[in-house]
């Protein structure tokens, strides 16, 4: 059975802060691992996809890292609009249910 | 280009009623998958459909059905409505599992 787990379930951050959230993930086989945000009352919105370990991809301040058993979501100098729930899935090659696994998120907070 | 689109944004029904939610893919999107969003359980997958066919199922009851129409869009149908079933119903389209987009879903409240 496939899992994700992701820590810190809460961060709160000082404006330019810099840190990273962690998605830990068992599957069969990898067919790739997603992160997503998701601002209040509203669905996830796509930020990037994993497919190999070793990949890296960035976007604005956000920069998503993968190994074989854990992915990284690294925040540089936050700003207060980059406060949401950040959301890994994973995705696997194998096993019955082809739909996107989910952590349960962390809720990031960042403070002028 | 258009989003995902679900309606309605909001519904409120009463234990025992039975709903039918709505969601209109990108176009060019031929799969859809539905989640159920609680703050409990998080994201938990219900069912993706792929040319009008289910093609994998989650660990939901039977009272979970869904459907897709020739056009690609899809509705979900939750028959025996129970104050558990309140929820976030999300909806995503894909081109080809490569990349999930997800619609702003309907909020669904039981009494």
């Known amino acids: 059975e496939d899992q994700v787990t992701q820590s810190p379930e809460a961060l709160r951050l000082q404006e330019g802060e810099s840190s990273s959230l962690n998605c830990s993930y068992t599957?069969?086989?990898?067919?790739?691992l997603f992160w997503y945000r998701q601002d209040p009352g509203k669905g996830p919105e796509f930020l990037f996809t994993?497919?190999?370990a070793g990949e890296e991809k960035e976007k604005e301040r956000l920069k998503a890292t993968l190994t074989k058993k854990e992915s990284f979501l690294h925040i540089t100098a936050p700003k207060p609009e980059d406060s949401a729930t950040y959301l890994c899935?994973?995705?696997?090659?194998?096993?019955?249910?082809?739909?996107?696994?989910f952590g349960k998120g962390t809720h990031l907070i960042i403070q002028p | 280009k258009a989003g995902v689109t679900q309606t309605p944004r909001y519904l409120i029904k009463t234990r025992g009623q039975q709903v039918t939610l709505s969601c209109s893919p990108i176009?060019?999107?031929?799969?859809v998958s539905w989640y159920q969003q609680t703050p409990g359980q998080g994201l938990q997958f219900l069912f993706e459909?792929?040319?009008?066919?289910?093609?994998n199922k989650g660990n939901f009851p039977g009272r979970f059905s869904g459907r897709q129409f020739s056009n690609s869009r899809s509705e979900m149908n939750v028959s025996t409505l129970e104050l558990g079933d309140s929820a976030l119903y999300l909806c995503?389209?894909?081109?080809?599992?490569?990349?999930?987009?997800f619609g702003s879903g309907t909020r669904l409240t039981v009494v």
């Open positions: 995503a389209s894909s081109l080809e599992a490569v990349g999930y987009t």
């Open positions: 599957v069969s086989g990898l067919r790739g």
């Open positions: 994993l497919y190999s």
């Open positions: 899935a994973v995705h696997d090659l194998e096993g019955g249910a082809d739909g996107l696994t």
């Open positions: 176009s060019g999107h031929r799969s």
């Open positions: 459909y792929f040319s009008e066919t289910q093609r």
